[in-house]
């Protein structure tokens, strides 16, 4: 991996008569490249006691943090969010997609409806894409939560 490469843009505008924009009305941006994907950070589901069992009508929670992009810090990372019953699936629920800053990023993602479309018994995991600005990415997968949908069985005293 290199460092990235910053470049100075400027853009100067000219019609077809050769009449150009005026001096210090150019447009200047920079831009940076990276030959790094971002690293990958943590990714749970909040679940009964932190034992991997959520209960329908509960909704889910998850969260993610801690991916980043080492070579370029101060440059924002994209994140695409899903829900699926294998690691990197996304066939259950797909997040819109959610812009923040690489550093130290953080965010939580609530389902109310999850019920609706989770299966008793079935395994589901949380998925997280960060894509830098060069287009390269990093895919991390949170480990399973399974829908408890029975209740225990009542015990002899």
């Known amino acids: 991996a290199t460092a990235p490469t910053a470049h100075l843009v400027t853009v100067k505008a000219c019609n077809v008569l050769g009449l150009c924009s005026a001096e210090g009305?150019?447009?200047s941006a920079l831009l940076v490249t990276s030959d790094t994907a971002p690293t990958a950070g943590i990714i749970t589901i909040d679940s009964y006691l932190g034992e991997g069992y959520v209960s329908?009508?509960?909704?889910l929670t998850g969260r993610f943090h801690g991916f980043n992009d080492p070579t370029a810090p101060y440059v924002p990372l994209r994140y695409e969010v899903c829900l699926g019953s294998s690691s990197f699936g996304c066939e259950k629920s797909t997040v819109p997609t959610y812009m923040t800053g690489s550093t130290n990023?953080?965010?939580v993602y609530e389902w109310s409806d999850m019920d609706k479309i989770l299966q008793c018994g079935s395994s589901y995991r949380l998925t997280v894409r960060a894509v830098n600005c060069a287009g390269l990415a990093v895919t991390s997968a949170s480990q399973p939560v399974q829908v408890?949908?029975?209740p225990p069985t009542a015990g002899v005293v």
């Open 25 to 27: 009305a150019n447009t």
């Open 56 to 59: 329908p009508g509960t909704g």
């Open 105 to 107: 990023s953080s965010a």
């Open 148 to 150: 408890c949908c029975s």
